[in-house]
């Protein structure tokens, strides 16, 4: 299975996603998010591959609240989660960090995981169990670093506590800070050793869902910023530290709840 959800992924990124990349109108939704025509056909373009894979319910960040609950909500052993286009402001505006990303969930926690950025050919995916890869190579790539203070962290400021969010701009624990807009590939990155630290104060179920497995896959450590268990807290949006290095993980969430 996990191959043919390789081969659906990328395939609806060749034929849906990266023709329209530049040429697309944005529009807003009720929330004032960005979307675009892009996204709502690489949504129907997935549906339709991964239900021929096998019928479970989808929930995709394109649907309305009440199709994403009633498909949460649907009796199955199991439930397909995308995300068309992650990073849609990046991809409306011509900047090249976007991705498509698919997880399939059992009992609510993924067990299977797929996100590709087609502008790089780059595809992290991971199997429970099976470890995790980037293009056939197992992650992470690369070497940690031995203390904080050397590290890059990939920190999302908007949905932080203001108190975290002022210590973490007056003096921050880390060498150095990035915010590149598109949650399913910032998780590959924290699982390929690309980012060390990594904070962010609100990710819906789709933002996270391929990101865990693949992370988890590849040796890392999650939890939100008031429970060490991160599947304790309800599904449709949660708060994540999460570092590859057990030793940075243990040190990276005491520096930020200690300023909570």
Known sequence: MLQQVIEAVKQVAHEEVMPRYLKVAR?????????????????????????????????????????????????????????PIDGTTNFANGIPYFAVSVALL??????LGVTFDPTEEEVFYAEKDKGA??????????????????CVAQVD?????????SALGRRPPYS???NFGAATLEWCYVAAGRFHLYLHGGQRLWDYAAGTIILEEAGGHMC?????DF?????WT???????????????RRWIRERL
């Open 224 to 228: 939100t910023l008031a429970h060490d």
């Open 27 to 83: 529009e807003r939704k009720s929330d004032g998010s960005l979307f675009t025509q892009a996204d709502i056909a690489a949504q129907h373009a997935l549906a339709r591959r991964l239900q021929a894979i096998h019928p479970y319910p989808v929930l995709g960040e394109e649907m309305t609240e009440a199709e994403q609950r009633a498909s949460w909500q649907e009796e199955s052993e199991a439930i397909w989660c995308i995300d």
């Open 238 to 252: 949660k708060s994540v530290i999460a570092t590859l290095d057990p030793n940075l993980f243990g040190e990276w």
């Open 133 to 150: 890869f980037l293009n056939g190579v197992e992650l992470p790539i690369h070497d940690e670093p031995r203390a904080m203070r050397e």
């Open 231 to 235: 599947w304790s807290e309800p599904a």
């Open 176 to 178: 150095s800070q990035r």
């Open 106 to 111: 059992r009992g609510g926690r993924p067990v």
């Open 157 to 165: 400021l908007k949905r932080l506590p203001e108190n975290l969010s």
